[in-house]
C-alpha cells in the first residue's frame, strides 16, 4: 500500500518523539525492568483475582464520539442508495440494529440468521457493526477471516470482563458490543464465529503521514472532515476518517478510510515490528509473522483499522485486556509507548491482509 505525505500540509519533516500521555514516565519508557515486572506478573496471571487497570491519561481522541444531539425519528419512505449496488434501503432501515444493512449481498455467503438478524431484545445483528462482509469500520473490528476460537474466546473474554475498552466514559461501540456477549448463547456466538472466519479480509484504509490536517470533527467512533479549507496539527495523534462521511453513514462496505499519523511513522514502526521491543520479547513478526498476516490463533494485523489496532494495544497496556489468549501482549504493550503504539498500527496497515 503506498503511503502518502501531504506535503502540502507539512510544516516541519521528522519522526515524531514519544508521547508522554500514561501518567508516570515508566509506564511509558521501554525498560528491561518495565518488561521483567510484565513477564513475572504474567507467569502469576492465573492466579490474579482482577488485573492491573490504569486508564490514567488515556487519550479521549482514541474513542471520538460526537456532541450529544436529540432523538430522531428516522425516515421510513425515501430510497438511499450507495455506488455500485442496486439496493436501496431507507434511513430507518439504516439504523435498525436487528438488521444489517447489506448493500452488496452477492459478495458474501448467505447470513446466518444471528448476524443478519440478531435476536431481540439484546444481541444486536454482528453484520450491522461489523458488516456483512466483516469489513467493520474504525470504531469496531475487522472479524473476516478470524479464526473461529479467536472470535469465540474473545466473546466468551467480554463476557467474563476479561476483555473491555480503555475509555474512560461511554464509549457506544464498546457497550453494544459489551451487551452482545453477556446475552449471546454459546451456540449463537460459535455460529456467527465460523460465518465470518470464512470471509476474506480487505484494506480500506490508506495511512497518510502529516504534521497539519484537513480540520476535522468528532464522529461516532471515527473523524470527519469539517467544512471549509481550515487545516489543524496533528500534535502526534492518529485520526482515522472516510473519504465520503455520508457512506461511511450508510454502512457501505465499499467506502475508504485515510488515516493520518506523524510523519515517519510508517518506517519507524517497520523497525520495530520486527525487532524486540525490549530484551526477553519476541518482536511482532516473531508471533503474527513476517507481513503480520497471523498464524494459527494469533490473529491477522495487516490492512487492519490502524486506530483499532492502537485501542487494542492501549487495552492491554491498561490491562482492560486481561484475557489469558492476549497475556503475551502485556509485557509487550508495556514496552510501547503511545507513539510506539502509532507508528507499528501505521505500519500494519499499510499491508496487505
Known amino acids: 500500500m503506498r503511503v502518502t505525505t501531504r506535503r502540502s500540509l507539512v510544516a516541519a519533516v521528522g519522526i515524531f518523539a514519544p508521547v508522554s500521555i ?26 490474579a483475582a482482577e488485573p492491573r487497570v490504569d486508564t490514567t491519561g488515556v487519550p479521549s481522541w482514541l474513542f471520538p464520539l460526537p456532541p450529544p444531539t436529540p432523538p430522531r425519528v428516522w425516515d421510513t419512505l425515501a430510497p438511499i442508495g450507495v455506488p455500485r449496488s442496486r439496493v ?15 448493500w452488496a449481498p452477492a459478495s458474501h455467503p448467505r447470513m446466518p440468521a444471528i448476524v443478519a438478524r440478531g435476536r431481540k431484545p439484546a444481541v ?7 458488516m456483512p462482509d466483516g469489513q467493520g469500520r474504525p470504531e469496531n473490528a475487522q472479524i473476516a477471516g478470524l479464526p473461529a476460537e479467536y472470535i469465540v474466546q474473545q466473546l466468551a473474554d467480554m463476557k467474563a470482563h476479561r476483555r473491555r475498552g480503555a475509555n474512560t466514559g461511554p464509549y457506544v461501540p464498546n457497550d453494544f458490543m459489551q451487551r452482545v456477549a453477556e446475552n449471546a448463547t454459546d451456540a449463537e456466538v460459535e455460529e456467527a464465529a465460523a460465518y465470518f472466519a470464512e ?9 497518510v503521514e502529516a504534521t497539519l490536517v484537513p480540520r476535522m470533527t468528532k464522529a461516532m467512533g471515527t473523524f470527519r472532515y469539517a467544512p471549509g479549507r481550515d487545516t489543524e496539527s496533528l500534535d502526534g495523534r492518529l485520526m482515522e476518517v472516510p473519504v465520503d462521511f455520508n457512506r461511511h453513514e450508510h454502512r457501505d462496505p465499499s467506502v475508504e478510510y485515510i488515516a493520518y499519523v506523524p510523519v515517519g511513522s510508517v518506517a519507524r514502526g517497520r523497525a520495530l515490528a520486527a525487532s524486540a521491543v525490549a530484551p526477553g520479547l519476541l518482536s511482532c513478526t516473531g508471533c503474527h509473522g513476517p507481513q503480520l498476516k497471523g498464524a494459527g490463533l494469533i490473529p491477522p494485523l495487516a490492512g487492519r483499522s490502524p486506530g483499532y489496532l492502537v485501542r487494542q494495544l492501549v487495552g492491554f497496556k491498561t ?20 507513539s510506539d503504539m502509532i507508528s507499528v498500527a501505521a505500519y500494519a496497515a499499510t499491508l496487505k491482509p
Not at 22 to 47: E, V, W
Open 22 to 47: 500514561f501518567g508516570p514516565a515508566a509506564f511509558q519508557t521501554r525498560t528491561h525492568g518495565a518488561a521483567s515486572h510484565a513477564a513475572a506478573s504474567l507467569a502469576n496471571a492465573s492466579h
Open 88 to 102: 436501496a434501503l431507507t434511513e430507518n432501515q439504516l439504523h435498525d440494529l436487528f438488521s444489517a444493512p447489506d
Open 124 to 130: 444486536y445483528a454482528c453484520g450491522f457493526c461489523h
Open 199 to 207: 470471509l476474506k479480509p480487505r484494506q480500506r484504509v490508506r495511512v
Open 319 to 338: 490491562g482492560v485486556r486481561a484475557g489469558l489468549a492476549g497475556a503475551p501482549m502485556g509485557p509487550v504493550s508495556t514496552a510501547l509507548s503511545l
